[in-house]
Nanobody
Framework: QLQLVESGGGSVQPGGSLRLSCSASGATLAYFAISWFRQAPGKERKGVSCISPSIDSANYVDSVKDRFTISRTNDKTTVFLRMNSLQSEDTGVYYC???????????????WGQGTQVTVSS
């Protein structure tokens, strides 16, 4: 059973940066598409970024393009989300999730982490 653990959240001022990490126990991340979702206060959880299992291609929602970068370690044990130029709208709980593909509608994630809080505030 794949278990995901997120880390790296915290509080930061607008314009600051954070790097989130997603690691796994029970199975390797190598064969999964790994996504980051976030849930803003009072809103539904939405996908932010995804990295594919084979060629490590990445995709992003428009609101985070050119600010966030998703990547994997070479040994496929950890996935990162580097977040730069953070804005108050980026505040929320960030979840790591694993699925077969990066198409969230057709392939909703099968596994979820517990989430890590990111707060962007002056």
């Amino acid at each position: 059973q794949l278990q995901l653990v997120e880390s790296g959240g915290g509080s930061v001022q607008p314009g600051g940066s954070l790097r989130l990490s997603c690691s796994a126990s029970g199975a390797t991340l190598a064969y999964f598409a790994i996504s980051w979702f976030r849930q803003a206060p009072g809103k539904e959880r939405k996908g932010v970024s995804c990295i594919s299992p084979s060629i490590d291609s990445a995709n992003y929602v428009d609101s985070v393009k050119d600010r966030f970068t998703i990547s994997r370690t070479n040994d496929k044990t950890t996935v990162f989300l580097r977040m730069n130029s953070l804005q108050s709208e980026d505040t929320g709980v960030y979840y790591c999730a694993a699925a077969q593909h990066c198409d969230w509608d057709r392939w909703p994630p099968d596994y979820w982490g517990q989430g890590t809080q990111v707060t962007v505030s002056s």
